[in-house]
């Protein structure tokens, strides 16, 4: 051995402690130890949707917030019917079956308090408006669509700031039209994602939602990966198959908190997933049991201004709320 190889532990030890210190350094100064790096995510439960009999026994309920009212729209497709519940989780109106006559597939609330209800009716869906009440104004048309989208029939709904967004579960087909059904944008999710066109009719979304800067979120269970669908075409990805924490099994919703937070349901773990905003696995809750605090399979989620985050689970444990709140 030479005698540059003859280092003492002692020696290595004086040689890195500068480096070490000049890294933490530059660490601090660039920001990245400021406090949201240092920040976690807290979750505890709060109670499930209830009315005066207790709490309703939903199963896999599709979910709509309405920010400006503070209330929650719940589909409820066992009974085709629309249940609205305030703030505090109780139920305060429904309406559905007897007004609607058709097979109500998700909800969503306009600004100033219209109601958009998804339809499926003779083997095609549409979108009708109506009051408060639940009573139908009209059906909205999606007007200037183009070529490329031509016999697009929508299976999911989400509305975000004077926007609706359409999905074709079938084709990854993705539309977003203004108020009144005006086209805006469209998005071939099978194309953006090289997927083989034999494929894209077997290659469900199990989630949609859309953050506050018009990001749309997706997620695909058959590859393992949650999307963001930039408003200019970019995708970016994250995900990875495995039953380890921060692995992904059987995906289902995903949606977004204001500090970039990333919630994703895994129905086969009975877990809700979070992650940053750059991808990075933080922690996850939920489980299967007993304890009002599990979840049991869990699919559809909705998360409101005050940080409380909705989640549609099987074996009728209805929707249960939780509190999101930052260390």
């Not at 280092?7 to 530059?26: C, D």
């Not at 071939?188 to 979120?217: C, F, P, W």
């Not at 049991?296 to 999101?324: C, E, H, M, T």
Request: contains cysteine.
């Amino acid at each position: 051995m030479t005698h540059k190889q003859c280092i003492s532990i002692s020696q290595i030890r004086s040689t890195l402690m500068p480096i070490w210190l000049a890294f933490w350094i530059a660490f601090m100064i660039s920001g990245a130890g400021n406090s949201y790096a240092l920040e976690g995510v807290q979750v505890s439960y709060l109670y499930n949707l209830s009315n005066f009999n207790g709490f309703v026994p939903f199963n896999w309920a599709h979910l709509s917030v309405d920010e400006d009212r503070n209330e929650i729209y719940v589909v409820d497709p066992r009974e085709n019917e629309v249940r609205v519940f305030n703030e505090n989780g109780m139920e305060v109106y429904r309406f559905g079956d007897e007004q609607i006559q058709a097979p109500i597939v998700d909800v969503a609330v306009k600004k100033e308090g219209d109601i958009l209800l998804l339809l499926r009716k003779d083997r095609k869906h549409i979108i009708m408006a109506c009051n408060f009440k639940g009573e139908l104004l009209n059906e909205l048309e999606l007007k200037y669509v183009p070529p490329d989208f031509a016999g697009f029939s929508p299976d999911r709904m989400v509305y975000r700031d004077e926007r609706i967004y359409l999905l074709e579960n079938l084709s990854l087909r993705l539309v977003v039209t203004d108020i009144d059904g005006r086209f805006q944008a469209g998005y071939d999710l099978g194309l953006l994602l090289e997927i083989d066109e034999e494929k894209v009719a077997q290659t469900d979304i199990g989630g949609l939602s859309v953050d506050r800067q018009g990001n749309i979120l997706f997620t695909i269970p058959v590859l393992f990966s949650a999307f963001k669908l930039f408003p200019d075409g970019k995708i970016a990805s994250f995900g990875s198959p495995g039953g380890a924490p921060g692995k992904f099994n059987v995906i289902g919703d995903i949606v977004a908190d204001d500090r970039g937070h990333y919630y994703v349901a895994d129905r086969l773990k009975s877990v809700v997933l979070i992650f940053d905003r750059n991808f990075r696995f933080l922690k996850q809750f939920g489980y299967g049991g007993s304890k009002q605090e599990n979840l049991f399979a869990p699919r559809n989620l909705a998360l409101d201004w005050k940080g409380r985050l909705y989640v549609s689970q099987l074996r009728s444990k209805g929707v249960s709320i939780f509190k999101i709140t930052y260390d």
